[in-house]
T-cell receptor, first 115, second 112 residues
Framework: DAGVIQSPRHEVTEMGQEVTLRCKLI?????LFWYRQTMMRGLELLIY????????DSGMPEDRFSAKMPNASFSTLKIQPSEPRDSAVYFC?????????????FGPGTRLTVL | DQQVKQNSPSLSVQEGRISILNCDYT??????FLWYKKYPAEGPTFLIS?????DKNEDGRFTVFLNKSAKHLSLHIVPSQPGDSAVYFC???????????FGTGTSLTVIP
């Protein structure tokens, strides 16, 4: 299995531009998580989905952030318009939500720099 | 507010000695705890976990201890090896879903 795939790996953009981060889940997994890593707050959960349905988006910083799961294996995180304080590493993770199953598998991350 | 805290941002240990990484949490409803390891330019990978009904779980050189009354867990690595040098994240799960709360991480350096 290829694991969780994220693209792009690096993104440099200017303030005000739209940014779209992409994530492909591990085949067969039914939960998807978007995290943001910063020095100050570590790994923050932004939003998570179970079976394509958003369950908790309370971690999304503001309305500039939106996430979708158009199908069971793919998700996007969009920032519009982007701001310099959005610069961080964004991870997505997937898991198979079963009783007793707790491990999340992370992608390699997207390093976003907003100038 | 951080529900899971790792108060030591970094730790250096001599090869062969024990590494002890600490984690504190505030929510007594957390029922499952995990440690993840992260190398530069990679995503975190699962290392070891413990259920709240246990106080110790061991896997090779890695042992996690849970002290529920103190809301504290620790990861022991013994003996430490240079390949253990990485950032370690502590995570806790609420008992209402599969959402995890992560700490800020501790960067471990094992000196050869």
């Amino acid at each position: 299995d290829a694991g969780v795939i994220q693209s792009p790996r690096h993104e440099v953009t200017e303030m005000g531009q739209e940014v779209t981060l992409r994530c492909k889940l591990i085949s067969g997994h039914n939960s998807l998580f978007w995290y943001r890593q910063t020095m100050m707050r570590g790994l923050e959960l932004l939003i998570y989905f179970n079976n394509n349905v958003p369950i908790d988006d309370s971690g999304m910083p503001e309305d500039r952030f939106s996430a979708k799961m158009p199908n069971a294996s793919f998700s996007t995180l969009k920032i519009q318009p982007s701001e310099p304080r959005d610069s961080a590493v964004y991870f997505c993770a997937s898991s198979l939500r079963l009783a007793g199953s707790n491990e999340q598998f992370f992608g390699p991350g997207t390093r976003l720099t907003v100038l | 507010d951080q529900q899971v805290k790792q108060n030591s941002p970094s730790l250096s240990v001599q090869e062969g000695r024990i590494s002890i990484l600490n984690c504190d949490y505030t929510n007594s409803m957390f029922d499952y705890f995990l440690w993840y390891k992260k190398y530069p330019a990679e995503g975190p990978t699962f290392l070891i976990s413990i259920s709240s009904i246990k106080d110790k779980n061991e896997d090779g050189r890695f042992t996690v201890f849970l002290n529920k009354s103190a809301k504290h867990l620790s990861l022991h690595i013994v003996p430490s090896q240079p390949g253990d040098s990485a950032v370690y994240f502590c995570a806790a799960r609420g008992n209402t879903g599969n959402q995890f709360y992560f700490g800020t991480g501790t960067s471990l350096t094992v000196i050869p």
